[in-house]
């Protein structure tokens, strides 16, 4: 992956900087991602919660949550993921132009993340950066994407890389939202000529909510109207990837005019086969507050292909289907039946082009703004890398309030480097799992010197992962300074 070693040949001082021939096949080139050393048991955290065995473990689908102290906040994660992505991959600094970030973690409501992270370009006298913070809940990190791929794809583009980051640490109050918490962050390098290339279309649907929102400054933790949440899901699932058919249709028709009339237009490679139906898709990669939305969004799209095609022969099981069809589509959204009925249906596709990408769901929870993109860095790793190839991924983001787009990529070469560089089997299992009063106990030191000044952190760097980074202290002035765990530590 050449791309990643060097810096794409570009004079910033010349004039001619801005006449490059425009890129091909931008995608991802390098990718990393960062999760807390620590994580509990779900299975665990239902006997000390004292509720029904299987609650968080099978209602939810999850199976164990990361999470971090007072020792690490988004700079911190930031810091280490990105530092990390430039050293694996030997990236020079001054290759890179543009660097957005997306996440709902605030800390400051001025100063952004991207501030912080120019710490890691200020020695190579790299200060010519665009971009800046994405915030809308877990969607975040698709806008600072978009925006990086909108970049490149532009007449401002210099010829120099983007980097994306995006992470966040979700926490809940006490009670039935909190075993839906998590943590985790992800760094991609974006740039022409990559192995997963990104096309063009996407389908957007975004609307006025109230499901998840973050109203109080002085908490960290945001209200949820939980019902509300999983109803805006499968809407925001079936509208953006209606539109992102609808779209496909109007390119095709626009391809097939262009053949009659003996032109030929110009087509993104990756778009050259118009995708109108889930078989189109090798894997599908859904943004996963918890593993049973994941699964319920899965079904519902399988659903949706019902109502286009009720004789289809996958569907030849389904007794009710009279009943169904007379559903209106707020009755579907509703329906346990309609829902038991396509999660069943759809379980072994489920098993065999989704469940690729729950690795990192299944060990860390939700990590909001990197839940997507953690998703295909767990394909890469579960894939090997000559069965991935030419193959196809569809991704669907979605945030709170609400915000969601549905768009795809393509795997056009090697990804070896990828999956062994992030080495993310071993690193899931060298995770240290905790009894849940040590899981409870941080979050409490986290509520307590929340938005505190002048103040040094109590949490253990023992417990960080070495190499990373961490928060010293914030002074009197409410300026933060970071530090990094020695590789030795253990």
Known sequence: MGATTTPNSCNVESDSVYSLSRPKDVGILALEVYFPRRCVSEEDLEAFDGVSKGKYTIGLGQEFMAWTDDREDINSFALTVVSS???KYNIDPKSIGRLEVGTETIIDKSKSVKSVL????AESGNHDIEGIDSKNAC???????FNAINWIESSSWDGRNALVFAGDIAIYAEGGARPVGGAGAVAMLIGPDAPLVFERIHGTYMANTYDFYKPKLDSEYPEVDGTLSITLYITALDNSYARFCEKHALVKARQEKLAANGTNGYVNGADSKIAISLTDFDY??????YGKLVQKGHARLVYNEFIDNPSGFRFASIENTEEILQLSNTQSLASKTLEKTFVGVANVDYKKRVMPSMSLAKRCGNMYTASLYCGLASVVSNVEPSELQGKRISMFAYGGGCASSFYAMRVKSDTT????????????KSMKVVPCEEYVSSLKLREKNHNAGNYTPEGAIENLWPGSYYLENIDEK???KYGIVPESST
Not at 284 to 289: A, G, R, T, V, W
Not at 420 to 427: V, W
């Open 85 to 87: 992505l430039l050293k």
């Open 118 to 121: 120019m710490d890691l370009f």
């Open 417 to 428: 480097e990828m999956k062994t560089k992030m080495d993310l089997q071993y690193r899931i």
């Open 139 to 145: 969607y975040g990190s698709t806008a600072a994407l």
């Open 284 to 289: 599908l990669i859904f943004h996963s507050p």
């Open 478 to 480: 409410y300026r933060r």
